[in-house]
């Protein structure tokens, strides 16, 4: 096996046990640089980890962000524990340093981090089935409910105001005015559009203001490739990327989801006829969501999930127009100069099927709701 030193200098920083023999990337992933590492020990016991450089492009701060790891980690075990649960395999446990930190900066800009490696396990980038992506509704209520009673104050805000609607308006306002790319005049029925709904999709900042609804940690990423899924049987292992990890709502979490993994489309599908919710995938989620979280949900946080799914998907398009609008700067992954405005519109299509089907929303969490009782 060759490594690289400075990857191997690295490694011994953690606590691993044993000989490493084995030192390989995993492609998979879209931002940090993953790798699987795997030790043996004195009796040929074999251990695997993964090891990640952490977003510092994102996470100005990554001692924070594993902090917050660190503790949620933490409580998951206890939780799953307390259940009688054993969570090995089932919650990321943090790898510590020689000298007891979380991570491990290397003096060149990189900061790392290393978790248990979750065995056999897969994940998935689309849904395949109903069934599969009511698992990963349960896996992620599992996340909200077992922390539903973590204390919130504990946890940096790592991304401060990462969902705070009313500022991504006042700054999408800025782009529209600013017009640095001179594409404003070429987009107004775009811009009508997210004006015209700010006011209402502002509500849940409201909510978390006037205290009707608490603030929750909230994963803030829950695509469903970060759910680790058996490999034979399907079912919902452990919840990974924790990076965004913060105060938040338990609405985010749901609503993102539901944005990414019940689109009948991808998020730059050019043709619109082909974006929609899928409302049996809706209901799938909100299924397995709801049978974890009823009794740690406020009866508030509970019917708004609908709304949820609403914000976060004005949120992305907002954003993707925004971008637009400001010339590709943050969404720089563009094939072609509309890409950006692709991905709003795809967004705002998506956002519009959901206003259709709202009432069906609110009555299949109703009824999900009701089955709980
Ligand atoms: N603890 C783990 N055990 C096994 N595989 C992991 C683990 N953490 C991450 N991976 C693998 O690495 C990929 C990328 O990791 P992730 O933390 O989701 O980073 P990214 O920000 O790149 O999405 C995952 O899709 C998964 O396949
Ligand atoms: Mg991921």
Redesign the pocket.
């Known amino acids: 096996m060759t490594i690289d030193s400075k990857l191997k200098a690295v490694i011994d920083r953690f606590v691993f046990p044993g000989a490493l023999v084995e030192c390989a990337e995993?492609k998979?992933?879209?931002?940090?640089a993953?790798y699987?590492l795997r030790f043996v020990g004195a009796e040929g016991a074999q251990r695997e980890y993964?090891l990640?450089r952490i977003?510092n492009y994102v996470f100005k701060k990554p001692d924070e962000v594993m902090q917050n790891v660190r503790l949620v980690t933490e409580h998951l075990s206890r939780a799953l524990a307390a259940r009688g649960v054993d969570p090995d395999n089932r919650v990321?446990r943090v790898v510590p340093t020689v000298d007891g930190g979380a991570m491990v900066d290397d003096g060149e800009g990189g900061f790392w981090r290393a978790?248990?490696?979750?065995r056999h396990?897969v994940?998935v980038d689309r849904v395949q089935s109903a069934d599969q992506f009511r698992q990963i509704g349960a896996a992620f209520g599992d996340f909200q409910g077992m922390l539903s009673d973590f204390p919130i104050d504990r946890l940096y805000d790592t991304i401060p105001h990462f969902h705070d609607t009313r500022k991504r308006l006042s700054d999408f306002e800025r782009s529209v005015k600013g017009d640095a790319a001179g594409r404003a005049a070429s987009v107004p029925e775009e811009i009508e559009f997210i004006r015209s709904r700010g006011k209402a999709m502002c509500r849940i900042v409201e909510m978390l203001e006037s205290g009707e609804i608490p603030l929750r940690v909230t994963h803030n990423d829950t695509k469903i490739?970060?759910v680790?899924l058996d490999k034979a049987t399907g079912e919902a292992l452990?919840v990974?990327?924790l990076?965004t990890v913060m105060p938040g709502s338990a609405l985010y979490d749901f609503g993102d989801a539901i944005r990414y993994g019940a689109c009948t489309a991808a998020e730059d599908e050019t043709d619109l006829s082909r974006v929609a919710l899928d409302i049996d995938l809706f209901a799938a989620f909100a299924e397995g969501f709801i049978s974890r979280t009823a009794d740690r949900l406020t009866k508030a946080e509970l019917e708004n999930l609908p709304l949820g799914a609403m914000v976060m998907t004005y949120e992305n398009a907002l954003r993707f127009l925004a971008d637009h609008l400001d010339g590709d700067i943050y969404f720089t992954d563009v094939d072609y100069p509309e890409h950006n405005l692709s991905r709003a519109r795809c967004q705002m299509k998506l956002l519009t099927d959901m206003e259709a089907k709202r009432a069906d929303m609110d009555g299949i969490v109703a009824r999900l709701i009701e089955r709980t009782k």
């Open positions: 995993i998979t992933g879209h931002i940090n993953t699987r993964v990640q977003n990321l978790y248990d490696f979750i396990a994940t490739n970060n680790m452990c990974i990327d990076d």
